[in-house]
């Protein structure tokens, strides 16, 4: 079975930074694809950032230039590093199995409360 267990978030004043951590079991890491979504109240889910089993990364617009995703497959743990936060990043960040050998998947953490406000 897998899990993703999402941490790192919490309440930070705009232009600061965080950095969540997804920690994977019950899965090869390695050769997944994974990435970070994140949803506000009232609003859909949305992809923040992905990172392919061989290192390709694509980011939203909107994060793009101050998020960074990466992994570290050695410790089953996929990271966001998030600088610059402004209030409209707040939301509930999720961390999700996108795809293995092609063929998508749909297992997803519980999340982890992202606050940016004075």
């Known amino acids: 079975q897998v899990r993703l267990v999402e941490s790192g978030g919490g309440l930070v004043q705009p232009g600061g930074s965080l950095r969540l951590s997804c920690a994977a079991s019950?899965?090869?890491?390695?050769?997944?694809?994974m990435g970070w979504y994140r949803q506000a109240p009232g609003k859909q889910r949305e992809l923040a950032a992905v990172?392919?089993?061989?290192?390709?990364?694509n980011y939203a617009d909107s994060v793009k230039g101050r998020f960074t995703i990466s992994r570290d497959n050695a410790k089953n743990t996929l990271y966001l590093q998030m600088n610059s936060l402004k209030p409209e990043d707040t939301a509930v960040y999720y961390c999700?199995?996108?795809?293995?050998?092609?063929?998508?998947?749909?297992?997803w953490g519980q999340g982890t409360q992202v606050t940016v406000s004075l």
């Open positions: 999700h199995l996108e795809r293995r050998f092609g063929i998508r998947y749909d297992y």
């Open positions: 019950g899965t090869i890491f390695s050769i997944n694809d």
């Open positions: 990172i392919t089993s061989g290192g390709n990364i």
